[in-house]
């Protein structure tokens, strides 16, 4: 009998493995993940291609160290104090002059700012792999997964298929991935923390919402960008400057694929050559998770804010010297509001089923538009604090 069983080791899960394990050091917490070590993509193809992380640790793995400050007013978490707190623990800095790209920094005379992160730039090599293998100089949420608790156990390689529970305690149920062998876990308490696609696929075995799964948002993305011979994007910290504008934001960022668009049309072309620039947006929820599909739509209003950002971008672009703009299709790396805060839990992370909280991208009630990694740690010690 375990005292909290976590589902999931992503940001939200692993802040409250952490923050557990610290506040009750002679409790039983036992952390659940479907994924192993190493970064293991998985992508959604439609109308936006998603992508999100199963592993050790999951899509903050893959993160490029964005430490930006979201709005949390609406899930009841005032901002300052515990975002700087935060930022202590994970060392936040900007982005210094010696890590911005050089054709970079002509977005300063456009109001461009230097981006938080959660990077040693001290030790940083400018490798441009932030989102593609893992680096010991970038924090990332295997970090908060080590302790020293011997009443703790993470068990990775583990599906879970069911929540059940009778009377005060929770059956966890599923079966290992590698060796097929069935276990149900049993607990007082569970937190769901596996993100915007799998915490309302894993919650549909026992919760009947209306919303569960409804109001997927993805934070849809384009990069747009072209030939800028000798820029080396591609080798500089990712998305290292930053504007806000209204509705979207834009930042630089080397793409394969706009790197593959070129390279059909110029052979000579190589991937230091390649300058792009991201147009990120907050779309809105119109997609719906199910256990076996997952739908996401475009809205006019998405349509529109992607059509500013791609019209201030290009024109950037072209005044940096870019003679045609090309872009890749329409992507989006931050799924969530499939558990939203008013709707499927309440103020305090928790269902309709006392003891069963939710704790990761999927409670926001709306896209934020912007990275969400600190607001998902926010979330995690505001839930410790209640636990």
């Known amino acids: 009998m375990y005292h909290y069983i976590i589902v999931g080791s992503g940001v939200g899960g692993s802040t409250l493995f952490k923050e557990l394990n610290r506040k009750y050091p002679n409790k039983r917490i036992l952390l659940l993940e479907m994924g192993d070590r190493g970064i293991k993509y998985n992508t959604l193809r439609g109308e936006v291609q998603i992508i999100y992380i199963t592993s050790l640790g999951g899509s903050g793995l893959g993160a490029v160290g964005n430490a930006i400050r979201i709005d949390l007013r609406k899930i009841g978490i005032k901002n300052s104090e515990i975002y700087q707190e935060i930022e202590r623990e994970l060392n936040v800095r900007e982005v210094p002059d010696s890590h911005i790209n050089e054709r970079s920094r002509y977005l300063f005379n456009y109001g461009f700012k230097r981006t938080p992160k959660f990077i040693d730039f001290d030790k940083c090599t400018s490798c441009g792999m932030c989102a593609r293998k893992l680096c010991p100089y970038k924090w990332t949420p295997l970090r908060f997964l080590n302790t020293s608790n011997p009443?703790?156990?993470?068990?990775?390689?583990?599906?879970?298929?069911?929540?059940?529970?009778?009377?005060?305690?929770?059956?966890?149920?599923?079966?290992?991935?590698?060796?097929?062998?069935?276990?149900?876990?049993?607990?007082?308490?569970?937190?769901?923390?596996?993100?915007?696609?799998?915490?309302?696929?894993?919650?549909?075995?026992?919760?009947?919402?209306?919303?569960?799964?409804?109001?997927?948002?993805?934070?849809?993305?384009?990069?747009?960008?072209?030939?800028?011979?000798?820029?080396?994007?591609?080798?500089?910290?990712?998305?290292?400057?930053?504007?806000?504008?209204?509705?979207f934001l834009l930042s630089p960022h080397y793409s394969i694929y706009l790197y593959r668009s070129v390279k059909r049309e110029r052979r000579d072309v190589s991937s230091r050559d390649i300058y792009g620039i991201m147009v990120k947006i907050g779309d809105e929820g119109s997609g719906f998770v199910e256990r076996d599909k997952v739908y996401k739509s475009v809205t006019k209003r998405d349509e529109k804010l992607l059509s500013r950002g791609i019209k201030k971008a290009s024109g950037i672009l072209q005044d940096m010297g870019v003679e045609k703009i090309y872009r890749t299709i329409l992507r989006g790396s931050h799924p969530g509001g499939t558990c939203a805060m008013g709707r499927v839990v309440d103020k305090n992370f928790e269902t309709e089923i006392e003891d069963l909280y939710v704790c990761d991208a999927s409670v926001f009630p709306e896209s934020p538009g912007l990275p969400p990694i600190l607001g998902i740690i926010a979330m995690g010690k505001r839930l410790g604090d209640i636990l």
């Open 151 to 247: 009443y703790s156990k993470i068990l990775s390689n583990f599906y879970v298929s069911s929540i059940g529970k009778e009377g005060d305690i929770f059956k966890v149920e599923g079966y290992h991935l590698i060796t097929g062998k069935r276990m149900v876990f049993e607990g007082e308490r569970v937190i769901v923390c596996g993100g915007g696609i799998n915490s309302p696929r894993i919650l549909s075995s026992i919760l009947n919402n209306e919303h569960l799964g409804k109001n997927l948002f993805v934070d849809i993305f384009v990069t747009v960008g072209g030939v800028l011979n000798n820029c080396n994007l591609d080798r500089s910290v990712p998305m290292a400057l930053y504007k806000r504008y209204d509705g």
